[in-house]
């Protein structure tokens, strides 16, 4: 693939600092939430009627979804999240998200900082369809950053 060559989301890995870790526990469907937006004060200045002036403030990060089918496999993942919101027992664990190739190597790479469990959550059961339970995890964090991958 050309480095100039948009990128595909479909092919990812998302891999948690945690113990103990199981093989399902780095499989998601879908990852939400890469997302930093700047909050800004407003001033607005003498005379001028035109418009305000910003000034940014802080960085702010939107909240990391995680999505996944269930399946009855022991979830390391899993029990993090009711350890921390049944017990109300906070271990903060770090995460990488990465883009993979054809090949399975990253090709992008975001570093997600102390993140902990806000919700978890499974789609509703319906006796009239035959769809896939999908289990939700959302992650408060602090922050991220992409990390460079070498071309080859």
Not at 24 to 29: A, L, R, Y
Not at 56 to 70: C, T
Not at 124 to 151: C, G
Request: charged share 20%.
């Amino acid at each position: 693939m050309a480095s100039n060559d948009p990128i595909v989301g479909f092919h990812f890995s998302v891999v948690f600092e945690l113990l103990p870790q199981f093989s399902i526990d780095t499989k998601f469907q879908s990852v939400n939430g890469l997302k930093v937006t700047m909050e800004t004060e407003p001033y607005t200045e003498g005379g001028q009627n035109k418009f305000k002036h910003n000034f940014p403030l802080r960085s702010g990060y939107q909240d990391l979804v995680l999505k996944r089918g269930l399946t009855s496999d022991m979830s390391g993942l899993s029990m993090w999240c009711t350890q921390a919101l049944e017990d109300f027992i906070f271990y903060p664990a770090n995460l990488i998200v990465s883009l993979l190739n054809e090949k399975g190597n990253p090709i992008k790479v975001w570093y997600i900082s102390h993140a902990i469990p806000l919700s978890y959550e499974f789609s509703d059961f319906n006796a009239e369809e035959n769809k896939v339970v999908i289990e939700t995890i959302t992650l408060k964090y602090n922050f991220f950053k992409e990390i460079p991958v070498p071309n080859f």
